[in-house]
């Protein structure tokens, strides 16, 4: 006798550690079988499988023996102290890093069910189930690309678990997470007139409204702009030599180091400016702002210009991004503005000359673009 004959329908196959699996199969459905044959545990599976009986649900863990500033081994707690022991944490910014262990520790601090004080840091990575992940995804549903990166960054302890064998497979995989809405929003025109018209020339509304908006500057680059990053470059373009006002900007996102084109309008926006202090945006009293009240005070400046919601600092980024593809910008170009990470391998090798020579002929296509109007 074979075990084809005293438990009709198994079959076998090896895992991707090649171990070896037992399964039950019929025309209709296919079911993974504990244990080895012949053991009272796999006689169980079969029997509820031939039956057409739901497994038992696994015991849940014991986590009350586990407190929480003890690392339990196989743990969620222990997955992302292994991470950060990658070559993709080590290399990463100082930002991202700093993103990447709020939204972690929010996870590991989350309660695995509300009331019972048990988190997520004591649990074993194999007791993550599917219904967790959307759960905890729907906890986050009024913000929506918190969520979303929240799962990203639970992804990065499963890929360890992954990487370690404690688990086979991706409890997260194909659960997809898209925002109800889109990114922020560009400003248009009359917007853009419009906020100008109450934040004249001179006020600090301008001056930020300006630089976001002609430099394309991520809040943490606006709120530490300062009067010394201005200088002037000479540069070839187009077969002639010309000096060019800018910035240059150390992006504190990525770490990148960019020349800015100055254009008329935002010369204007700045010298029209009170020098008061090393920083060129600052508050009232002098002090400088903290990238957190940068964008209450331009949420309060929007709404005193009588703007709809969603009309953001961001927003500005991405309508100079909207210029210049208007004005006819090349993908390079728009990137040496923006300093985004370039995804193409030739464009790796990119030097710095090349990015300012880039970002001045973009800015040139959008005070062209201006001027037409």
Request: charged residues 30%.
């Amino acid at each position: 006798m074979t075990i084809k004959d005293d438990y009709p329908g198994v079959s076998h196959y090896h895992d991707r550690h090649g171990r070896k699996r037992w399964r039950f199969r019929t025309a209709n459905r296919s079911r993974e079988l504990q244990g080895e044959p012949y053991e009272p545990e796999f006689d169980q599976s079969y029997s509820d499988a031939v039956a057409g009986r739901k497994p038992p649900p696994k015991p849940k863990p014991r986590l009350a023996a586990f407190p929480k500033d003890v690392v339990r081994p196989k743990s969620f707690a222990d997955a992302w102290d292994r991470y950060k022991k990658y070559d993709e944490w080590r290399t990463a910014s100082t930002a991202t890093r700093s993103k990447n262990e709020y939204l972690a520790e929010t996870f590991l601090e989350s309660e695995i069910e509300a009331g019972t004080k048990i988190y997520w840091r004591q649990a074993l990575v194999s007791d993550l189930r599917r219904t967790h992940v959307k759960k905890l995804l729907a906890k986050y549903g009024e913000t929506p690309h918190k969520a979303k990166h929240l799962l990203t960054a639970v992804r990065k302890m499963i890929i360890v678990a992954l990487d370690e064998e404690w688990i086979e497979h991706d409890p997260s995989a194909k659960i997809g997470w898209r925002p109800a809405y889109k990114g922020w929003s560009a400003w248009n025109p009359s917007q853009l007139q419009q906020f100008m018209e109450r934040w004249p020339a001179g006020t600090t509304p301008h001056v930020v409204f300006s630089i976001a908006l002609w430099l394309g500057n991520r809040r943490s680059d606006i709120a530490t702009l300062r009067w010394d990053q201005r200088c002037a470059r000479r540069l070839q373009i187009a077969g002639k030599i010309r000096i060019v006002r800018g910035f240059e900007i150390v992006q504190k996102k990525t770490g990148k180091v960019l020349f800015l084109p100055e254009p008329p309008m935002l010369t204007a926006a700045i010298d029209a400016t009170e020098r008061r202090g090393e920083r060129i945006v600052v508050t009232a009293y002098g002090l400088p702002f903290s990238e957190k009240s940068l964008t209450g005070r331009m949420s309060d400046w929007r709404q005193s210009a009588d703007l709809p919601k969603g009309l953001t600092l961001h927003g500005l980024r991405k309508t100079l991004g909207k210029l210049m593809a208007e004005g006819g910008t090349s993908t390079r170009q728009l990137m040496s503005v923006l300093g985004h990470e370039n995804m193409e391998h030739a464009e790796l090798y990119s030097r710095d000359a090349e990015q300012a020579v880039l970002a001045v002929e973009a800015m040139d296509k959008v005070i062209a673009l201006f001027d037409q109007k």
